[in-house]
Structure formats: C-alpha cells, structure tokens
C-alpha cells in the first residue's frame, strides 16, 4: 500500500533544513571543528517530526550544502566541506534526528527521548571523529581533544533546550492542527 506524502511533511522538513541551516552560521571558531547550533536543530527536528522526515531534514541540509548553496558553518558549501575534516559530523546529524524521532514516536518519556539523543550524539561523535582523523592523521586522543570533549557539556545543553523546546512546539503544532 503506497502512503500518500503530505505536503504539511514536505513543508516541515524543508522548514527544519532551513532552520539547520541558520542555526550553524550561529558559530564559535574554537578550534578545527567550529562550535555552532546545527546539533540543536537535529535534536529538534527529531523532537518535531516523524522518523522518516527528520533523517529526511538533515539529508536536504547535507544535500543543499554538497551542491554548493553556502549552509554549513561559516558559510560554506560543496563538496569539499562534506569530504573534508568536518563532513562526518555533518552525515552525524542524520542519526541525531532519527534517533531522537524514533524514540519520541515509539514512547514519548523525557528518560527514553535523552537516551535517543545521548545515543544519536554518540554515533554522531564517533563518525565524526573517525572521518576526521582520517582525513587530517590526527590521533584518537588529539581529535577527542579537539573534537568532541569541548562539545559535550554544550551539545547535551542543547539537547535539554530541544526537549523543552519541542514539547512546547508540538503541543501549539498540534492545537494549530499541524501536527
């Protein structure tokens, strides 16, 4: 049986590519991997959408960027950027969404929706450090260094901002029949 694509999903999904999108020129240059708001608008698209879409979000955003329209951090865009030292954490966003998505959808419960994301943080961090030593010849150590210990506190931050956020979001979403 084929399932009919709402626009409203169509709509929402480019709305929180476009979102991912403003929220990484929010940046700090702290080092080789800048420190920005992208992660947040993972977290929220999985907390606002259906599995499906919110992979589906984060893959536009990385398409949008791979042809060139200037969304990631900095203002960058192409190719370069998704093959260079930061493209994996990029790809990571997908997981981000999903497993916050899935974990909204299957229970609901605060304790379930944090795992999700610790979860999808997780396999984003490990993607993108493994493509970043690949690509620069770091060591494990000096790319955790770089890469994922200064964003930790920050990155789980955002995910609690998300939580709270989205729970708001799609109460009114839902009043308004969005939803």
């Known amino acids: 049986m084929k399932r009919k694509i709402a626009t ?16 990484a020129q929010i940046q700090l240059p702290i080092g ?25 979000s984060m893959g536009v955003y990385m398409l949008l960027g791979a042809v060139g ?3 990631f951090a900095g203002f960058m865009g192409g190719p ?6 930061t493209g994996g954490y990029v790809i ?10 899935l974990a909204v959808k299957r229970s609901g419960k605060l304790p379930v929706i944090g795992a999700a994301m610790l979860a999808g943080l997780l396999v984003c961090y490990g993607f993108g450090t493994a493509w970043f030593m ?3 010849g770091a060591d494990l150590v000096s790319a955790l260094g770089w890469c994922v210990l200064p964003f930790i506190v920050p990155d789980v931050c955002k995910g609690v901002l998300a939580c ?7 109460g009114r979403l839902a009043k308004a029949g969005v939803a």
């Not at 709509?11 to 403003?22: I, K």
């Not at 370069?80 to 030292?85: D, E, N």
């Open 32 to 56: 080789p991997v800048p420190f920005n708001l992208a992660v947040f608008g993972a977290f929220l698209a999985g907390m606002l959408l259906e599995p499906a879409w919110a992979a589906a």
């Open 134 to 136: 690949a690509v620069t």
């Open 80 to 85: 370069a950027v998704l093959l260079g030292k």
């Open 164 to 170: 709270v956020l989205g729970r708001l979001l799609a």
């Open 8 to 23: 409203k999903d169509l709509v929402l999904t480019a709305l929180f590519a476009a979102l991912t999108a403003v929220l």
């Open 92 to 101: 990571g966003y997908i997981f981000i969404a999903l497993a916050t998505a």
């Open 69 to 71: 329209i200037p969304v």
